[in-house]
């Protein structure tokens, strides 16, 4: 497996000019055939000590979105601290989450200091999927569903999901660093969740033995802990990660973790291509700030977030 050091063409070309990416020494590497394209988000939330400057900005990350997949399928994941509080400003909806598009997500802090009930709401009211291998929602009542899911699994909780993207069998699941005393505030936690190391072995196991192609996770935990993860699990083509500040990426054996860092000021962009057991992969980290306009959509419903 080789990993291309530039952009693809791909980022240049969907972004329209609309963010500096930086200069491509030498001619352009020809266009991968039939790539697999994520777009990463995570930790929406900004902490009560960050400047008010330091805004979420799902509307511009939707227009970087709508740019990319307007050149072929793509992705849109969230790793997790989706759900909390922005300084000065309500809970983030899901309807906004839904606006935007988004594919699939997993579980953070912020998600188990939720009460279980209000979780569980937010999970049925989702349009996209919710990814956990180690962490289940606690209480004997169901995870309610919803009527107006478009597609398999929306408004629910998954371990994994397989699909077909650009004819390649794609794996992915979600895992959680369990919670600690602190993040719930001193109250009983909505997810109960197990070791992330053992499920992350049986979703990839699993997986595996279903004949995917391209194995990933969408993770909340440190950047230790994916890079062991990596390190462990050599079946593991890709970690898409939160749980940091600022933007993170680490390579092990030539795959890689990817963290966008907070408050959606950057997004992660990844393409892979070449088949199993000999994908390439390119990254780019896309930064978000005000040269981006605003997804209509998304802007018309962050007016519209009810209060909790």
């Not at 912020?110 to 349009?127: G, I």
């Not at 990660?241 to 950057?266: C, F, N, S, W, Y």
């Not at 962050?302 to 209060?307: C, G, N």
Request: overall charge positive; aromatic content about 4%.
């Amino acid at each position: 497996m080789k990993r291309l050091t530039r952009l693809t063409p791909v980022l240049v070309l969907a972004l329209g000019g609309a963010i500096a990416t930086g200069c491509l020494a030498g001619a352009p590497a020809p266009e991968p055939l039939n790539p697999v394209r994520f777009l990463l988000i995570s930790d929406l939330t900004t902490p009560d000590t960050a400047s008010a400057s330091e805004s979420v900005g799902l509307a511009q990350v939707a227009t970087v979105r709508k740019r990319i997949a307007d050149q072929g399928p793509l992705l849109f994941v969230a790793a997790g601290n989706i759900l909390g509080r922005r300084p000065g400003g309500p809970r983030t909806s899901i309807g906004v989450l839904n606006a935007a598009h988004l594919n699939y997500a997993t579980f953070g802090t912020d998600e188990l200091a939720l009460p279980a009930d209000t979780l569980a709401r937010r999970v049925a009211a989702s349009k996209f999927t919710w990814l956990s291998s180690n962490c289940t929602l606690t209480g004997t009542a169901p995870v309610p569903q919803n009527a107006a899911k478009d597609s398999a699994g929306a408004g629910t909780v998954l371990p994994w999901d397989t699909l077909s993207v650009s004819k390649h069998k794609i794996g992915i699941f979600g895992l959680t660093r369990p919670a600690h005393a602190s993040d719930s505030g001193g109250s009983a936690s909505a997810l109960r969740c197990g070791d992330p190391d053992s499920a992350a072995k049986r979703a990839i196991d699993t997986l595996v033995a279903q004949g995917v192609e391209l194995v990933v996770a969408i993770t909340n935990q440190p950047t230790a802990r994916d890079r062991n993860l990596l390190l462990q699990q050599p079946k593991l083509d890709l970690v898409l990660g939160g749980a940091e500040r600022d933007p993170q990426t680490a390579t092990i054996a030539e795959r890689h973790v990817l963290k966008p860092g907070a408050a959606a000021r950057a997004a992660q962009f990844v393409t892979l291509w070449g088949g199993k057991e000999k994908w390439r992969q390119a990254v780019g980290l896309v930064r978000i700030d005000g040269r981006l306009p605003a997804d209509t959509a998304v802007a018309r419903a962050e007016k519209q977030i009810p209060a909790d």
